[in-house]
């Protein structure tokens, strides 16, 4: 009885693999808006549409720049497609946006108040962030299904959504994570890179989430800043009213002024600190869960392969057994089932080598691009900061001269 | 927790003017003070070249009962009636500060070592403020009576400036508690009664306008007041959150790849200088504005209070002119009835012009305070968003110069 080590193969040498996808960047002329939310229909049966707008130079489209109409459900379908494709091959496709009872129920009843206003475009920021992930994704850039959501008038409506929203996939990740570790796979991981890049983003998603809680926290307070602030400038106005002293009434009138545009201040700033901080950090935190699964999918693929050695063996000692037995019409069988199982052995063999392939290619672009990303918003964010403290400088020194003046 | 002070002028939040003349002769100062498990005992010092006293520089150990005693006292004294009663500081109050201290103590195993030694730094900056504060409220009570040329002369503030021992005023039991509230509602009836009395005519344009001022003014700081409040808390919020996000940034840097392990080291460090930043905003808000506020807030209800005593005097004066009248038609006790409207007469003059004067210091000396803080408020706001700016720029080219 042969004995095979079942392990997975070093074949690459990491680093070079990871530094491949680093050195490719970006080259893609692609850029894509999400735009003007618009309201169709009524009651419960309506939707927003998103206008999607492609500007490219790439051959690959017959325009230079085309926009078409898509409402959130499509978007769903358009990622259920392209998950159903490529994530059991082990490329990295960017989840879609949460479905949310709640906010599109408001938005349907037809509250046109601020808190609806805030969902549509918190939805609509990340419906784009969503498409440039995709688009900027070199093998899911030549998917049809993607040209076809980006270019065509007319899309067939994705039906059973449930199943199909973000959420909705990384259940079925998720399951199938358990599923995996429920099998007990003793994956002899002869290739340390990959239990160390798993161990690397487990590590990374715990702390994300925890800096996402505290930020969370920060645009909550934020907030109540700006109110608070607003409320005072009222009230700081009334007493200005009151003062019977001309030039301190003034110096109060002014300083309610001042804390009026301070409330804008902090209102914008909290903003910015959802959209670039807050949004990065959940956007990566469900793509980290994509990764994970991708991980897992991988672990699935070992698993069949290694199924499928162990059911060759059974069919070898099959054989072994009819020879013995000297059934000759058993014999014939055994052997056809031992080419067919050894053919199903080399198939999973080069299905684990192409998904372990590609994984540490995707995870070097991830990687590449996740650091691109990060230091991009952070600039950004920092600069927003600044921002808000320049106008704080500027209505502070108009006012000052104003509290001098009262003699 | 224990928590001492040595109030030096340095360290005095002067939020409020308190003597625009300035007079030497009498000077009190809270020297040191001293928080235990429940009250907190003040040092009071006296330098003085008044005969009055035996030494020219004494100091006594009192604690917040014996500061109420002393003010009620005053309000209570007929002699007083014309001037306003600087108000009496409020109770000292570490409960809250407590609290969150304990709560912190309990523990919440999530947070690591560094973020708990913040947030203690945190809390204990936050009693220490309040405590230097109490300080404040209660020397500015003292300093505001040494300064009234009659407030001052008082045999109470004497004695209580002087006498060695233990004043033995114990607090309001609830009885007395539920008395002073009971008595502030008659105030307020008497004072609806006394305003709807007809043939009570305000005489003079003055108080008149002083009378509406005053009530609409009130209302007014007071709102302003709680709101300066709320902005003050907010800001002390947001300067919290940065202690978590500056620790997730901290962890993020030590286990994030090369390119990224500078970005969030340097961030971390970014957040936690802002959050001192914060503090610094907060702190300074809640003495400048919040602080100011609420004495004005104080002080001008005792402004009110004078008001409602000579509106009194006046309503006294109505009365006894009513029952002079009265006696003359019917000839009985006439002398008793003309000695008595003449008391009345005496009396709400004398109120008048002292009310008439003590208002119109009570404006300058508004005034005068709004300015100073107003002034102080917006240098400070200037120099930490200047200080911000600084910050975030160098830590911006930092970042930017990152390959």
Known sequence: MESKSISAPVIFDRSREEIEEEANGDVFDIEIGVSDP????????????YRVTTKTSLSMFSKSEFSVKRRFSDFLG?????????????????????????????VKVGKEDSSSTEFVEKRRAALERYLQRTVKHPTLLQDPDLRQFLE???????????????????????????????????????????????????????????????????????????????????????????????????????????????????????????????????????????VKGVFDHRMKCWQKWEDAQITLLKKRETEAKMMVANKPDKIQQAKNEIREWEAKVQQGERDFEQISKTIRKEVGRFEAKRVKDFKTVIIKYLESLVQTQQQLIKYWEAFLPEAKAIA | MEGRQEAGKENKPSSISVDPQGDSSLQVEISDAVSERDKVKF?????????????????VVRQHEEFIWLHDAYVENEEYAGLIIP??????????????????????????????????????????????????????????????????????????????????????????????????????????????????????????????????????????????????????CLADDYIPISAALSSLGTQEVNQLKTSFFKLAELFERLRKLEGRVASDEDLKLSDMLRYYMRDSQAAKDLLYRRLRALADYENANKALDKARTRNREVRTAESNQQLCCRRFERLSDSAKQELMDFKSRR?????????????????????????????????????
């Open chain 1, 38 to 49: 618009e309201k169709v229909g009524d009651g419960m049966n309506a939707y927003m549409a």
């Open chain 1, 78 to 106: 358009l990622h259920s497609k392209l998950a159903s494709k490529y994530l059991h091959v082990g490329y990295i496709v960017p989840p879609a946006p949460e479905k949310s009872i709640v906010g599109m129920t408001k």
């Open chain 1, 152 to 290: 065509s008038s007319e899309l067939p409506r994705a039906v059973n959504t449930q199943a199909l929203s973000g959420a909705g996939i990384l259940r079925m990740v998720n399951k199938a994570a358990d599923a995996v570790n429920k099998m007990t796979i003793k994956m002899n991981e002869s290739d340390a890179w990959f239990e160390e890049k798993q161990q690397q983003f487990e590590n990374l998603d715990q702390q994300l989430r925890k800096l996402h809680a505290s930020v969370e926290a920060l645009v909550c307070h934020r907030k109540e800043l700006s109110a608070n602030t607003a409320a005072f400038a009222k009230s700081a106005a009334m007493l200005g009213n009151s003062e019977d002293h001309t030039a301190l009434s003034r110096a109060l009138s002014q300083l309610a002024e001042v804390e009026e545009k301070i409330d804008q201040l902090h209102q914008e700033q909290a903003f910015a600190d959802f959209y670039m901080f807050s949004e990065l950090l959940s956007d990566y935190i469900r793509l980290i869960a994509a």
């Open chain 2, 43 to 59: 040092t009071v010092q006296t330098k003085s070249c008044l005969p009055h006293f035996a030494q020219t520089e004494f100091s």
């Open chain 2, 87 to 236: 108000p009496a500081p409020p109770r000292p109050d570490f409960e809250a500060s407590r609290e969150k201290l304990q709560k912190l103590g309990e523990g919440d195993s999530s947070i690591t070592r560094e973020e708990f030694a913040k947030m203690k730094q945190e809390l204990e900056a936050e009693y220490l403020a309040i405590f230097k504060k109490t300080v404040a409220m209660h020397e500015v009570f003292l300093q505001r009576l040494a300064a009234h040329p009659t407030l001052r002369r008082d045999h109470n503030f004497f004695v209580f400036l002087e006498y060695g021992q233990d004043l033995s005023v114990r607090g309001k039991n609830r009885k007395e508690l539920l008395g002073g509230f009971l008595r502030n509602i008659v105030k307020s009836a008497d004072e609806a009664l006394i305003t709807s009395m007809s043939g009570l005519k305000e005489v003079d344009d003055f108080f008149e306008h002083e009378r509406t001022f005053l009530l609409e003014y009130h209302t007014r700081i007071r709102d302003a007041c709680l709101r300066a409040d709320r902005v003050m808390q907010s800001h002390k």
């Open chain 2, 367 to 403: 005034v005068s305070s709004f300015r100073k803080n107003l002034i102080e408020l917006a240098e400070l706001e200037l120099k930490h968003a200047k200080a911000s700016t600084l910050l975030l720029r160098n830590t911006l080219v930092a970042l930017k110069g990152e390959p």
